[in-house]
Structures are given as C-alpha cells and as structure tokens.
C-alpha cells in the first residue's frame, strides 16, 4: 500500500467506472473484487489514508464495495492478511489510523522479530540473496569468507530484510573474484565495534535511577524507534511514555 499514491489506493483496491476520473478510459476491477473468495495480502497496512480505511472497513464488515465513480453494490468475500512495519497502536494514539479498523485487523497476530533478532537466518538469507544476484548479474559467487560471514551475522540492520538484499547485491557487483570478502561490505559494517555502556551497578543507585539509566541505555541502542524500545523494555508504548515523563527523559520517539 506504501507504493500506492493516496489518491490512487482507492481506485486500485476496489477498481473504478469509466470516466471517473482522467485516464479512466475502461471500467477496471481492483485487488478487492479480484480476490474475491481469496486471501488478499495488503503490505504496509498503516500507510494507507483514512478516507481509504473507512472504505475497507465497509467492505470487510458488509463484504460489499462501490467503484470509484459508481453506485453499484458489488459483493467481495476477502480473507484480509495485512503487515506493516510501524506501531499501529501508536498510530491509533495519534489518529492516523482507525480504532475499529485496526482491531478489525487485529483478530490474529504473527509478531516477525527484525533481522537482528534471528542471526542464525542472515547466513541462509544471504546465500539466497547470493543465488538470485548470480542469475540476475550473470556472475558466479561459490560463497563468502569467515569474516564477511561473522559480520553480516552480527550486523544491526535497521533496514532488515531489504538492507541485507541490498548489501548482498552491491557486494557481488563489487565482488573481483568469486568469494564475497569483508573489504566489500559498507563502512556501517566497521563502525559497530564500540559496546554500549554498561549500566552504573553503584550499590547506592535507587531502583529509579537504574531504571533510568536503562531506559536511556536501550532509547540510544533503538536509535529512538518506540515500538523496539517498548519490546526490549517489556513494555507497552503508553507505559513508556509514563516513564519517559516520569524520569524526566526527553527523546524524540521515532515510529
């Protein structure tokens, strides 16, 4: 939904009449009524507008919708799977998405921890990525070398899935010989070696002040994003508001 200009997410999940618009020269059918008695995946969910929610929600409590530009009921029966990135409830908080629409969605969740969270996937991932950079590039890799492997493995990616993809593609267009070797990853990959600071143990630390300096230690590892710093923390987003005002700690929470 993210690739879909807001003015356009209407008319391709539900299709338009001819003449609704310029260049609507043909009545077409959008995704809804495409999958009718199907399952419809709808990526990045939380980027869509809320005139476009109001409409989906319609349409999955009434399983019926109107193209843009007509007035016909049309009947579409839609298993409705949907992912995002961001933290929808923070989002409701905020009135940028739909309380009934996201608890609409919210019947069954599949929590996919980041890339940071599943090192023993990024290998694996990697030589997929390898295998389909080979096809695509017409070049030949055999592998990657102990270090490129150990650093790849113990990277942060904050930009998860689509990082590592990237990463992988540029290393094997750089590759001079048919083994994927450290030299070739970013500068990122050599300025992760500092360790964060460790937690003040004094004796004579309250529990609120421990508390505090950890809350300040995990916003720095986070980089501010405030559904990780409430996941590491074991807690919810409005808890670590509480906490945030309480201790007097001023961040910038980023989605």
Request: net charge positive; hydrophobic share 35%.
């Amino acid at each position: 939904c993210s690739a879909i200009p807001h003015n356009l997410q209407e008319s391709e999940l539900f299709g338009y009449k001819k003449g609704a618009f310029t260049g609507a020269v043909t009545d077409k059918k959008g995704i809804f009524e495409t999958a009718h008695s199907g399952t419809l995946f709808l990526d990045e969910i939380g980027d869509v507008d809320l005139e476009t929610q109001t409409k989906l929600l319609r349409a999955l409590e009434t399983k019926t919708f109107m193209r843009v530009g007509d007035t016909t009921l049309r009947n579409a029966n839609v298993r409705i799977i949907a992912a995002t990135h961001q933290d929808l409830e923070g989002r409701v908080e905020k009135g940028l998405f739909r309380e009934d629409l996201f608890y609409r969605l919210n019947a069954f969740i599949i929590y996919l921890p980041p890339l940071r969270e599943r090192k023993d996937d990024i290998p694996l991932l990697a030589q997929h990525f390898i295998a389909a950079s080979m096809h695509k590039l017409e070049k030949k890799i055999s592998g990657m070398d102990n270090e490129f492997r150990s650093r790849i493995t113990h990277y942060r990616w904050k930009g998860n899935i689509r990082e590592l993809k990237n990463v992988i593609e540029r290393a094997v267009i750089l590759a001079p010989t048919e083994t994927l070797t450290a030299d070739l990853l970013p500068k990122s990959f050599f300025d992760e070696t500092k360790q964060p600071e460790q937690i003040d143990t004094n004796p004579n630390l309250t529990l609120e002040e421990i508390e505090k300096q950890h809350i300040q230690k995990v916003l720095s590892l986070e980089n501010g994003n405030r559904m990780q710093v409430a996941k590491r923390l074991g807690i919810g987003t409005a808890t670590l508001y509480r906490k945030l005002k309480e201790y007097g700690i001023k961040s910038s929470l980023k989605e």
